[in-house]
């Protein structure tokens, strides 16, 4: 059993037959095709979705939830543990019966979370997309993509809860380990890059969440989102426009935002009016789960489920997730009185039609849910998906600081400390199924092979003095650090792995309603590396985390310091290789590592005023800066320059710069282009990155790169809320990092009349190396 690749277009024959089926649906049939199911979500203990155990009820029967047809299949491989054969022969079962026992046999579109891959039992879990940043790669994210969608296919699942197109702006907010990156463009790259290998499988990808659910107050999940419309129009939905527009994303999930007192599940400004009518959006609007229901429970906009359905309806949200808590009897009632047009249920009801005819589940001849032998050969964790989880995991771990240590000789002898050092769920983020839903069932082994950074050393290494834990990630209990403390003093390296413990609503230290007000390192942590540092043996501090914390204080002191965004079950070779130098570290952040949560909210994307004032006494530059990382190799830059010093606004910049690898050994740059716009008609950022590309080099070796850059990089909102480029100079230059300038590019002048940007214009930058 595989999914069908949804068409771009429905055929004539496709929407005739979606017509069809509208004019012959009853009122109870339609709103069916409007909802989900969650089969055994009650019994899953903790939750995994807000406010799960509130929306209560009695056990779901299927049967019964489905008589009139069904329009999702919410996570058959995601909420417990079961075998990809089981789990595939059970849905073909459903399928089947909802083929042969519903008046209008059509099956349902069944979804699953794949965020970190498919979040299922067995299958590969690849670094978290904190961690696809930093390798500043759209190429291998695209691969990771198809690869996730080829598994998803094969299950006969049809669409993904992913990516995460949030854009970083309060490091704060325990979701910042789901997002890519603190730069609206990078986050629209890769983004866009996991949107097409998703949905060359087959499969449809969903962008979340759908919009300014990163601008929480405070970084506090679910907190109001308090974001001027420029902000919203120039950083927080460009990802979104990128992924609709270049990328053909067929579904959205709305935010559980409200932007300045207006949820975005009731506004259709954004989810009709840009969305579809400006955009060109032609897909499905899923909520988030329990969305709808919040209107009335937590928002306090609808007096009733009833309400909140049609608001939901009327702004655009096509399908109610997770159930149909809203989107059944109450809204039914809500019809029926003549108190809200049905016309707003058949426009959704089109919509998930359309989107079944595509995937071929409303062919009555199909042959999807046949036996097709294959259950027991599914193999969700390949050596082809693990090879790839590793070359990400190499490709995303950022080298901070080496101090004289790294790497280190095979033959050193290295105490292992932390309590990240021993852990396999250290490696992953909460919506890994290890961290998702194993915790709820600690009998099942974890159903992939993982190796743990103590695992990995001791592979690497001819000499392990032995392994401390030192303390718990959040415990304030340190009695342990003594035995750390002995162990240092006998070896003449002591690696020290901190970090974070990936959870949901509490139950961790980053991850969905795992926030936090402070910026060091949780529980007793911090205290761990310094009295190892105090015995005066060398020190490498491994970071393995969801978040950047503030670790320059280990710097100041001597440490080599490894930043590891949740590197996936691969990621512990790819930790050890970096401090043995098997590997060359090329990862860059994403993100700025600031130097206390007072520092929050903070991007590199301020204007003048973000930034060092002689007016405060508080500093807001960060510890280590966006686009940051360091190489055992160099790399020097030459022959900079603008191909056309002069342009019409609206007008695509060439720009060409030669990298060289002057080191020894060969390793992987990450150029980066960045510009100021000098004057404008509203502030902008004192820098932003407007190109980036990955290049290769061997020791000794030059590349030539160059740059075609659109307008649309340098796009902004103006006075009059319209999406123009300027004319005037622009600053360009060539950053090792956004703070550190490697090659002037020189000043741009453009010419002419204001462009306002449209549809038409390109948000790709096309580069070519030789």
Known sequence: MTTATPHSVPTEHGLSRVEDLLTQMTLDEKLAQLVGIWAGAADTGESVAPMQDEQGGEPVVFESFAQNGLGHLTRVFGTVPVTPAHGRSSLRSVQRWLRDNTRLGIPAIAHEECLTGLAAWQATTFPTPLAWGATFDPHLIERMGAMIGTSMAQLGVHQGLSPVLDVIRDVRWGRVEECIAEDPFVVGELGSAYVRGLQSAGVIATLKHFVGYSNSRAGRNLAPVHAGPREVADVLLVPFEMAIRDAGAQSVMHSYAEIDGIPVASDPALLTDLLRDTWGFDGTVVADYFGVAFLHQLHGIAADLGEAAELALRAGVDIELPTGKAYLAPLAERIRSGEFDVEFVDRAVRRVLLQKEQLGLLDPQTTLFDDDGQDERINLDSPEHRALAGEIAEKSVTLIEAADILPLAPQTRIAVIGPNAGRTAALFGCYAFINHVLPQHPQVADGIEVATVLDALSSEFDSIAGFEEGCGVDSPDDGGIAGAVALAEQAETAVVVVGDRAGLFG???????????????????????????????????????????????????????????????????????????????????????????????????????????????????????????????????????????????????????????????????????????????????????????????????????????????????????????????????????????????????MHGPVHIVSGDDSRTVQIAQR
Request: with cysteine; glycine share 10%.
């Open 507 to 749: 139950r961790g230290t980053v991850g969905e309603g795992c926030d936090t007000d402070s910026l060091e390192l949780p529980g007793v942590q911090r205290q761990l590396v310094e009295a190892v540092l105090d015995t005066g043996t060398p020190v490498v501090v491994v970071v393995v985390s969801g978040r950047p914390y503030s670790v320059e204080w280990a710097a100041e002191r001597g440490a080599a310091i490894v930043q590891a965004f949740f590197p996936g079950e691969e990621g512990a070779s790819a930790i050890s290789g970096v401090l043995s130098g098997r590997v060359n570290p090329s990862g860059r952040l994403a993100v700025s590592m600031s130097r206390s949560a007072g520092r929050q909210p903070y991007s590199y994307l301020h204007p003048t005023l973000g930034g060092a004032s002689d007016v405060s006494n508080v500093a807001t530059k960060p510890a280590y800066p966006f686009g940051f990382g360091r190489s055992y190799t160099t790399f020097e830059y030459s022959d900079a320059q603008l191909i056309h010093t002069e342009i019409r606004a609206g007008e695509d910049i060439v720009v060409e710069v030669t990298v060289s690898n002057s080191g020894e050994r060969a390793g992987d740059e990450i150029v980066q282009v960045y510009a100021r716009d000098v004057v404008a008609s509203v502030t902008r950022p004192t820098r932003q990155l407007v190109a980036f590309t990955r290049v290769s080099l061997d020791a000794g070796e030059s590349r030539t790169v160059t740059m075609r850059i659109p307008a649309t990089r340098l796009a902004f909102t103006d006075r009059s809320m319209k999406r123009v480029v300027e004319p005037g100079d622009i600053k360009l230059w060539v950053g090792r990092d956004c703070e550190t300038e490697a090659a002037p590019l020189g000043t741009l002048t």
